[in-house]
């Protein structure tokens, strides 16, 4: 995400960058090595140090996580002192994220994805969305951050929940890009996840690159950054779809292709069959019993065998 992002267009004092929920601050030791590579190469160790400090920020609700992320990035710098601004808070109730997402040009973030709870809704309400994933992006989008680095779950790309996110990323950014990742990405958790990085003030030239990853072929993405497969989106799939949906599949120039063809839904009505509201397995004997009361059995055959309509 960080070597994807053109952090040189941006003037040398505007790279802020804050990590949300920066953990062990991944993201931050990778902008310092991409901030550290752009700096002029008469700086010395002192001044390079305090730039860092002042470009760098990030926030964290674990007091362990914070100072494991101070002493990553003291080490990265290494030998400098600290003075890291990593902040011990919740992003979603903090009194100073207004501050840090106004002075951030870059977002980096990988957030937690699991819904809030009744009780954290009461104690930091309103909230926009009842999950924390759709609700950190929608509160980043607010400020329009001239970058955007996000691990996200896969409903960003057709989810219902990401709806109003992605409209809004589509309207603000020039250049998106999402690469689709498989389920073994993380080491204690199979939720299958999407990076997004967006940057660019949007013109009529938008560009939307859709990537997938293959379980195979992971190893190889994460060393040289190849996906299995890369597709360019035509402007005006986007645009011309009423729910703003990313997903665009190695097939889609065939379905878009076969659009002008008839549906089956064109020709008949598609209902949703009988169907039973109880797990089939723990409960193979009532379905049996029940079956043969109603004498349903003999229905069905008569549909496959007679083909006659059953009532």
């Given at each position: 995400?960080?070597?994807?992002?053109?952090f040189?267009e941006?003037a040398r004092?505007?790279?802020?960058?804050?990590?949300p929920?920066c953990?062990h601050?991944p993201?931050?030791?990778?902008?310092?090595g991409?901030?550290?590579?752009?700096l002029?190469?008469?700086?010395?160790?002192?001044q390079r140090?305090?730039?860092?400090?002042?470009?760098?920020?990030?926030?964290?609700l674990?007091?362990f996580a914070c100072?494991?992320?101070?002493?990553?990035?003291?080490?990265?710098?290494?030998p400098?002192p600290?003075?890291?601004?990593?902040?011990n808070?919740?992003?979603?109730?903090s009194?100073?994220?207004?501050?840090?997402?106004?002075?951030?040009?870059?977002?980096?973030c990988?957030p937690?994805?699991?819904?809030?709870?009744?009780?954290n809704?009461?104690?930091?309400?309103?909230?926009?969305s009842?999950?924390?994933?759709?609700?950190?992006?929608?509160?980043?989008?607010?400020?329009s951050?001239k970058?955007?680095?996000?691990?996200?779950p896969r409903?960003?790309?057709?989810g219902?929940?990401?709806?109003?996110?992605r409209?809004?990323i589509?309207s603000l950014?020039?250049?998106i890009?999402l690469?689709?990742?498989?389920?073994n990405?993380?080491n204690?958790?199979e939720?299958?996840t999407?990076?997004?990085?967006?940057?660019?003030r949007?013109?009529?030239?938008q560009?939307l690159?859709?990537?997938?990853?293959?379980?195979?072929?992971?190893e190889?993405?994460?060393?040289?950054g190849e996906?299995?497969?890369?597709?360019?989106v035509?402007?005006?799939?986007?645009?011309?779809?009423k729910?703003a949906?990313?997903?665009?599949g190695t097939?889609?120039?065939?379905?878009?292709s076969?659009?002008?063809?008839?549906?089956l839904?064109?020709?008949?009505?598609?209902?949703?069959?009988i169907?039973?509201?109880?797990?089939?397995?723990?409960?193979?004997s009532?379905?049996v019993s029940?079956?043969q009361?109603?004498?349903f059995?003999?229905?069905?055959?008569?549909?496959?065998?007679?083909?006659?309509?059953y009532?």
């Open positions: 995400i960080v070597q994807n992002l053109p040189k941006l004092d505007e790279r802020y960058v804050f990590e929920f953990g601050a993201f931050l030791t990778a902008a310092l991409r901030l550290r590579a752009l002029p190469l008469d700086t010395n160790a002192k140090h305090e730039y860092f400090v002042r470009m760098l920020s990030g926030m964290e674990d007091s100072e494991v992320a101070r002493n990553r990035l003291i080490l990265t710098d290494y400098n600290n003075g890291w601004r990593i902040v808070d919740n992003f979603f109730s009194h100073s994220l207004k501050n840090y997402l106004a002075e951030a040009q870059i977002i980096l990988n937690p994805y699991e819904d809030f709870t009744p009780e809704r009461r104690t930091i309400s309103p909230v926009y009842v999950n924390k994933a759709v609700e950190a992006l929608h509160r980043v989008l607010q400020r951050p970058m955007l680095g996000f691990v996200l409903g960003l790309i057709d219902q929940g990401f709806r109003e996110a409209q809004k589509i950014y020039d250049n890009s690469i689709e990742l498989p389920d990405v993380f204690y958790s939720a299958k999407v990076l997004l990085i967006a940057h660019g949007r013109t009529h030239g560009v690159r859709y990537a997938f990853v293959e379980k195979k072929d992971y190889r993405f994460l060393y040289i996906a299995t497969s890369n597709v360019v035509p402007p005006e799939y986007v645009q011309n779809k729910d949906s990313f997903r665009y097939l889609q120039r065939v379905w878009d076969l659009r002008h063809l008839p549906r839904g064109d020709k008949t009505k598609i209902h949703r069959g169907e039973y509201n109880i797990p089939f397995e723990e409960n193979k009532i379905f029940d079956v009361r109603s004498g059995a003999k229905g069905l055959w008569r549909v496959t065998d007679d083909f006659e309509p009532t």
